[in-house]
């Protein structure tokens, strides 16, 4: 290709400080060095991460920043040493890494890998600390070390994956992100059994995909909570018995969810991203075998206040991340299972924009009329 090698300018969403809505520019993305892959982007979502990073929410994060991380895409280059893709291939950029070499990815058991934002340092530099994005001469950082929102971005090896090249970029980009996370919780993390109860608080991207592995594990109660009562009716095709809205209700619907169901629900999963929704959901959960799972991630910053006694009775509180899922194993996997029909991936996909309309997008997301935006470039 005529690019490999060479710095390519293309354009990208740049959040120039917190706060500020994404700017689209063009910038320069240099080729890939040792074990790194550069990437043409195709399609991306917007997941509510996303938001978080405009708001500053996002820990450890330096500004100025490309975001996104919801991608599908197709190999331009590869640096030294990379033997997973090559050029041509189409790719899902992992926003959670698996580099095979850490104590976590050794342990069959952990999703975590080392290399993540979450334990070593901030992923917003490439490995060797230094960045391939540059703007009007400023350097500008990565995301998770994916940043979907730019047409052309570069990421480690242990952040990226091939998948059937028969697969549709523009609605398997959506596996990037929310649909993992939320269809893991409920069957990698809670286990969900057969004929048992859930309440999914939440009823986003993440949330209807909690509502997709609920119904998959053979859940017989699915309980959709929701403050916008628009997201009922998809909730209800995706598998929700019932939905309920906080606001119906003169009582706290912790208390709600306990009177309905006797002793509390078997299953409870957070995908807002509140402490207080935390707290109702592990309070909701049943007082003797009920599992709460943290999904949605509240501000940086912020702290559970959990009275202990709700735990000693013998409810579990878990959380996890990118729903257990080990993405370079699991996300071929799902593809394929895509493929063949086995969840609606596509009814998360409720509005298709070119790129230049992130700012639309953003802002579908918070009125709370989009489930998932996917954007074109
Ligand atoms: P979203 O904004 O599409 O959905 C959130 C939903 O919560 C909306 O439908 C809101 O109406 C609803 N809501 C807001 N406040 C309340 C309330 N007080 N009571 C009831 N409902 C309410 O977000 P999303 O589905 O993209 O993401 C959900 C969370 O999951 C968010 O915090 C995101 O950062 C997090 C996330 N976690 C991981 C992970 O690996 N743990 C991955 C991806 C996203
Ligand atoms: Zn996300
Ligand atoms: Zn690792």
């Known amino acids: 290709m005529a690019t490999v090698g060479k710095v390519i300018k293309c354009k990208a969403a740049i959040i120039w400080e917190v706060g500020k809505t994404p700017s689209i520019e063009e910038v320069e ?12 982007i195709v399609a991306t979502g917007i997941c509510r991460t996303d938001y978080h990073v405009l708001k500053g929410f996002f820990p450890k994060l330096d500004y100025p920043v490309i975001a996104g991380h919801e991608g599908a895409g197709i190999v331009e280059s ?4 990379v033997t997973c893709v090559k050029p041509g291939d189409k790719v899902i950029p992992l926003c959670l890494p698996q580099c095979g070499e850490c104590s976590c990815c050794r342990s069959p058991k952990d999703n975590c890998c080392l290399k993540t934002h979450f334990c070593e340092r901030p992923q917003n530099l490439m490995p060797d600390q230094t960045s391939r994005f540059t703007c009007k001469g400023k350097r500008i950082h990565h995301l998770m070390w994916v940043s979907t929102f730019s047409e052309y971005t570069v990421m480690p090896d242990a952040s990226i994956v091939k998948i059937d090249n028969n697969a549709p970029l523009d609605r398997v980009c959506l596996l990037g992100c929310g649909f993992p996370t939320g269809y893991g919780a409920a069957i990698n993390t809670a286990e969900v059994a057969p004929g048992s109860s859930c309440a999914i608080f939440g009823l ?6 909690i509502i997709m592995g609920c119904k998959a594990a053979g859940a017989s109660r699915i309980i959709g909570i929701d403050i916008n009562k628009n997201k009922f009716a998809k909730a209800k095709e995706l598998g929700a018995t019932e939905c309920l809205s906080p606001d119906d209700f003169k009582k706290p619907i912790n208390e709600v969810l306990v009177e309905i169901t006797g002793l509390g629900v078997d299953y409870t999963f957070e ?12 309070a909701s959960s049943h007082m003797a075998h009920g599992v709460c799972v943290v999904v949605g991630e509240p501000p940086a910053g912020s702290h559970l206040s959990v009275d202990p006694v709700l735990l000693i009775t013998g409810r579990k509180l878990l959380g996890c991340c990118m729903g257990g ?3 370079k ?3 071929p996997k ?3 299972e895509y493929m063949e029909k086995k969840f609606n991936l596509d009814a998360l996909r409720s509005h298709v924009l070119p790129f230049e309309k992130i700012g639309e997008g953003f802002e579908l997301l918070c009125s709370g009329k989009s489930i ?3 954007l074109l470039y």
């Open 334 to 336: 799902l593809v394929s």
């Open 271 to 282: 995908a807002i991203g509140l402490v207080e929704t935390v707290t109702a959901a592990l």
């Open 329 to 331: 194993d699991a996300i």
């Open 204 to 209: 986003g991207g993440v949330g209807l995909s």
């Open 325 to 327: 899922f080990r993405l």
């Open 29 to 40: 993305v240099a080729p890939p060095k040792s074990h790194e892959v550069r990437v043409k």
């Open 78 to 81: 590869i640096g030294p040493g």
């Open 372 to 374: 998932r935006s996917v």
